[in-house]
């Protein structure tokens, strides 16, 4: 059974940077594409960034501050964040599935999400 395990949340303050891991276990990430959302309280969830067929896909929010990368040799996707903003406060989660490209940005196209780790930005 695939599961997504996530890890490097924490407290920082804005202007800072984090990473956040998630590796993928009891199958292989390829041929899958991973991806990233984020729920800040009260919101729905919501997608970051994602990685498919060797190309990056980001929230426009995102754009330009925060980097996926993954390495399918390790079963890997990694969400690099800079500048951070207290608006980027929410639980990331890290998700797996296999989506048409029109439906990338789409919670319910994914099938295997991690348990969710929490970021907080302070002002």
């Known amino acids: 059974q695939v599961q997504l395990v996530e890890s490097g949340g924490g407290l920082v303050q804005a202007g800072g940077s984090l990473r956040l891991s998630c590796v993928l276990t009891g199958g292989t990430s390829n041929g899958y594409t991973m991806a990233w959302f984020r729920q800040a309280p009260g919101k729905e969830r919501e997608f970051v960034a994602a990685s498919r067929l060797g190309n990056t896909y980001y929230a426009t929010s995102v754009k330009g501050r925060f980097t996926i990368s993954r390495d399918n040799a390790r079963n890997t996707v990694a969400l690099q964040m800079n500048s951070l903003k207290p608006e980027d406060t929410a639980v990331y989660y890290c998700?797996?599935?296999?989506?048409?490209?029109?439906?990338?940005?789409?919670?319910?196209?994914?099938?295997?999400w991690g348990q969710g780790t929490q970021i907080t930005i302070s002002s």
């Open positions: 998700a797996a599935g296999r989506p048409i490209l029109s439906t990338l940005r789409r919670v319910e196209a994914y099938s295997t």
